[in-house]
């Protein structure tokens, strides 16, 4: 009996998500950044899948879902013109889309048979934690999601202008204190709550923490090769010397966790 063919076509899946774009302002930052983005992340969920040797298949998944992780946001920057999660659940009202009555799904992937894995790894890839995940493989690829977007993410922190990313320049995020719950969660080696930020510091330390919640020692590798940690450290200048010892504090951390990886 001959093996069925599986539609995952990423050049399709391609296609329409340019195609989805169109309606959305591309001269915007905010939309030009999540473009990039997206794409940078499907990059980087096919890289660490490729150093985990996962089958072609799966390989094949990981670049869909990377594709459409945050498909929500462009609706979110088109209404708000922001990204923070109190505007919009913008993983979830991705899944939404793509997987309520219209089922827009379809115009990415032909297949119904990942339909379940792609809309949980979606819709749970911003989760403060990652939880209720029962299926191996749907769990695989909510992790590698989650992995392959912080992995991107600390390249935008690097390129992209302190104004599009916080609305205001370094050294205002460097003047500004570190509020105690997000110091709390630092020593604590864990992710910030979206809602503890408060300052310019806040924010910066958050994206540092991120790192503190890596799901695979391939990342961690690409992360140390990238000597991303210390760059994004260094990209603002502190003008408190209590930030710069709560920096170079979390850091040093972040180092001993990436190298204590198999």
Known sequence: MEKQELHIDFK????AFEKYLDEYDRTDDKIQLKIVHTYCVVDAAEEI?????LREEDVQLAKIIGL??????????????????GTMDHAMYGADL????EQMIRRFVKDPSFDQLICVAIAKHSDFKLEGIEDERTLLHARLIRDAD?????????????ETLLDMDEKTVGASPISPKVWESCKAE???LSADRKTGMDYWMSYLALYFDINFPETYQIIKEQDY?????ERVPYS??????????TVKKLEEKMNIQP
């Open 190 to 192: 864990e992710s910030v």
């Open 49 to 53: 899948a490729t150093r985990m040797h």
């Open 150 to 162: 912080k992995l991107d993410n600390c390249r935008v922190k690097l390129e992209e202008s302190m």
């Open 240 to 249: 408190r010397e209590d930030t710069k010892e709560k920096v170079a504090y």
């Open 229 to 233: 940690i210390r760059r994004i450290a």
């Open 98 to 101: 793509l997987f309520g009555p």
């Open 12 to 15: 399709v899946a391609k296609a």
């Open 68 to 85: 459409l992780h945050d498909i929500g946001r462009f609706e979110q920057i088109k209404r708000f013109h922001s990204f923070e999660p």
